[in-house]
């Protein structure tokens, strides 16, 4: 018996071959796992590791600053203290665009996440901006 490659067969196997795409790109896995790295470089940012990245008296009280070339942004929860994350949301992987009131925000689909942990505080996105590693040395933050 001999199969023919029907028109119906190309469009069903087309729908699907674009189904499971879509269902990947949107993070449709649903297992809980979290992926971190990046294919720039294992910390998951395109900065070296030691580069100066801003002066403390750049990142204000309560906001941050995004460095959209090394996929970092930069908070000041409280006076003194820095914390830094992923600029890449966890949602559908855009730039974060702004930090304004006590949140870390993505233009494409309206998430926002917390200045002081990366938690997911307004959706679509359900998982936190991964942390980043940085040390405050006198007057400069870096990336390490």
């Known amino acids: 018996?001999?199969?023919?490659?029907?028109?119906?067969?190309?469009?069903?196997?087309?729908?699907?071959?674009?189904a499971a795409a879509?269902?990947?790109?949107?993070?449709?896995?649903?297992?809980?796992?979290?992926?971190?790295?990046?294919?720039?470089?294992?910390?998951g940012t395109n900065a070296p590791a030691g580069q100066v990245l801003a002066n403390i008296d750049e990142?204000?009280?309560?906001g941050g600053k995004i460095f959209k070339d090394e996929e970092v942004v930069v908070t000041q929860p409280e006076q003194g203290r820095f914390k830094a994350f992923s600029a890449i949301c966890t949602h559908q992987r855009c730039t974060v665009g702004?930090?304004?009131?006590?949140?870390i925000n993505c233009p494409c689909h309206g998430s926002k996440f917390q200045i002081a942990d990366g938690a997911v505080s307004q959706g679509p996105a359900t998982r936190p901006l991964p942390a980043e590693q940085i040390t405050v040395e006198g007057n400069s933050i870096r990336l390490t």
């Open 1 to 18: 018996m001999t199969h023919e490659t029907t028109r119906r067969t190309v469009l069903l196997a087309t729908g699907a071959t674009g």
């Open 59 to 62: 990142i204000p009280v309560g």
């Open 98 to 103: 702004s930090v304004s009131d006590g949140t």
């Open 22 to 43: 879509l269902v990947a790109a949107c993070g449709g896995g649903g297992d809980g796992a979290e992926s971190t790295g990046s294919p720039t470089g294992q910390d």
